[in-house]
């Protein structure tokens, strides 16, 4: 069975970095997309940056220039750098078969999210 294990939050100051993992295991689709969904307290879990197979990505306006995702094997990858407040929330991976959605209800496949804190 596919399963999705985030790891990498934490908590840092305003302009710092993290980078989050998402290991990924059990899947067999040869075109699918790899996303980073983030979910602050009161607001709709919103896509932040996602890598389609075909080696193309995408980011959210908010987090350009400043996210990178990147993808090796089976390791999904999201550098954030000069992180500020409103990127505190929980990050999630993500994973559907197809192409890249903004749309959480099209994703197949959820981790259980990693807890990101920005002071």
């Known amino acids: 069975h596919v399963q999705l294990v985030e790891s990498g939050g934490g908590s840092v100051q305003a302009g710092g970095s993290l980078r989050l993992s998402c290991a990924a295991s059990g899947y067999t689709y040869s075109i699918y997309c790899m996303s980073w969904f983030r979910q602050a307290p009161g607001k709709e879990r919103e896509g932040v940056a996602h890598?389609?197979?075909?080696?193309s990505t995408s980011y959210a306006d908010p987090v350009k220039g400043r996210f990178t995702i990147s993808k090796d094997k089976n390791t999904l990858y999201l550098q954030m750098n000069s992180l500020k407040p409103e990127d505190t929330a929980m990050y999630y991976c993500?994973?559907?078969?197809?192409?890249?959605?903004?749309?959480?209800?099209?994703?197949?496949?959820w981790g259980q999210g990693t807890q990101v804190t920005v002071s």
């Open positions: 993500a994973l559907r078969d197809g192409g890249c959605s903004t749309w959480d209800r099209n994703y197949n496949y």
């Open positions: 890598s389609h197979s075909d080696g």
